[in-house]
């Protein structure tokens, strides 16, 4: 029997995965258990099968898990991050709601998140992309400005000693900033239809690089881009503080299931209404504790 080799998951296709050995080898894997979830990002212990394949018998302890999840499946989508980097763009125009369900997600798995607003160099779309982000500052989001075709030297002392998830609308520019910050990254980048104000997919599937030259084993992950982000796995309260501008004012409603709506004394209610939580915030919170409690519902259907 071979000895059990253990390297990180790199990079998830289906049900195979890259893995990259201590000694700098790289695997094409598949898992023992058939029912296992294996992430980019993961630790894994393997064995091998052949001089440049193996099977992953063992996931190791993860200390995050960044995934999002409907009422009907679970998509995993890096494991062990311990930097969430929300990448929007001064063009296509991005959803400030996506960019609300990443931040949620991110902070129940207590992975600490900024937002990056790239292609700055655009200055067509920058007012409206800073408007946007405005309310995510004044929540206290830190914002990063910048253009992956510019100087990135403010992101990479940012990424210094972390693993760092790039997440995103599709046409961002998240393998763009992989490719600026990481000479070898391979990430193909595309053209996208200025007359759409879309992305097509480029990125098929999360793929992680090692940070060069960090003496702290940092690495860079590039996700494609996402289009719905479900919070079907969260609770009620990982949904609500998630949302940091209103975590002081927690359990000060009248009722402990006070659903922020019509009830008496509502906290949340009187924040939005003298300003102080923003409309579409509120918006945005309601409409994410009726999925969670439509995705409850479904659970104790079925
Ligand atoms: N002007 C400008 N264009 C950029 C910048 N960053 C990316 N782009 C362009 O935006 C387009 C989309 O960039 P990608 O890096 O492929 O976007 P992505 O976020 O990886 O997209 P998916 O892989 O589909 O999720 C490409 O045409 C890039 O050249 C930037 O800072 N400035
Ligand atoms: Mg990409
Ligand atoms: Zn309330």
Redesign the pocket.
């Not at 910048?146 to 510019?150: E, H, K, N, V, W």
């Not at 995103?168 to 490719?179: A, E, I």
């Given at each position: 029997m071979s000895a059990r080799l253990e390297g990180r998951v790199i990079a998830a296709f289906g049900r195979q995965y890259a893995v990259r050995l201590e000694d700098g080898r790289e695997l094409l894997c598949v898992p023992r258990a058939k029912k296992s979830e294996v992430a980019c990002g993961d630790q894994v212990e393997l064995a091998l099968t052949s001089p440049d394949q193996g099977v992953i018998e063992k996931i190791r302890e993860r200390t995050s898990l960044f995934y999002r999840a409907d009422q009907w499946k679970e998509k995993l989508i890096a494991a062990n991050v311990t930097q969430v980097v929300m990448?929007v763009?001064t063009e296509p125009g991005f959803s400030d709601e996506l960019v609300t369900r990443c931040l949620v997600a991110a902070d129940a798995q207590d992975i600490p998140a900024l937002i990056l607003l790239?292609?700055?160099?655009?200055t067509a779309g920058l007012e409206r992309a800073r408007s946007q982000l405005e309310v995510f500052a004044r929540a206290g989001h830190e914002v990063l400005e910048?253009?992956?075709?510019?100087d990135v030297s403010t992101l990479r002392e940012r990424l210094a000693g972390h693993t760092s998830l790039?997440v995103?609308?599709?046409?961002?520019?998240?393998?763009?900033?992989?490719?600026a910050l990481i000479p070898e990254a391979d990430?193909?980048?595309?053209?996208?239809s200025a007359v759409l104000d879309s992305?097509?997919?480029?990125?098929t599937h999360a793929r992680l690089y090692p940070l060069p030259d960090d003496r702290q084993d940092g690495a860079l992950i590039?996700?494609?881009?996402?289009q719905s982000f479900g919070l079907a796995h969260l609770s009620r309260n990982e949904i609500e503080s998630g949302f940091p501008e209103i975590r002081a004012l927690l359990g000060s409603c009248r009722f402990r299931d006070c659903g922020h709506v019509r009830e008496p004394d509502c906290a949340i209610r009187t924040a939005r209404e003298s300003g102080e939580f923003d409309e579409r915030r509120y918006t945005t919170l309601l409409q994410l504790l009726n999925e969670h409690e439509v995705a409850r519902k479904h659970r104790l259907e079925h």
């Open positions: 990448v763009a790239n292609k700055c160099d655009i910048l253009s992956a075709r510019g790039l995103g609308q599709s046409g961002m520019g998240k393998s763009t900033l992989t490719n990430a193909r980048t595309r053209e996208i992305g097509k997919h480029t990125t590039d996700s494609p881009g996402l």
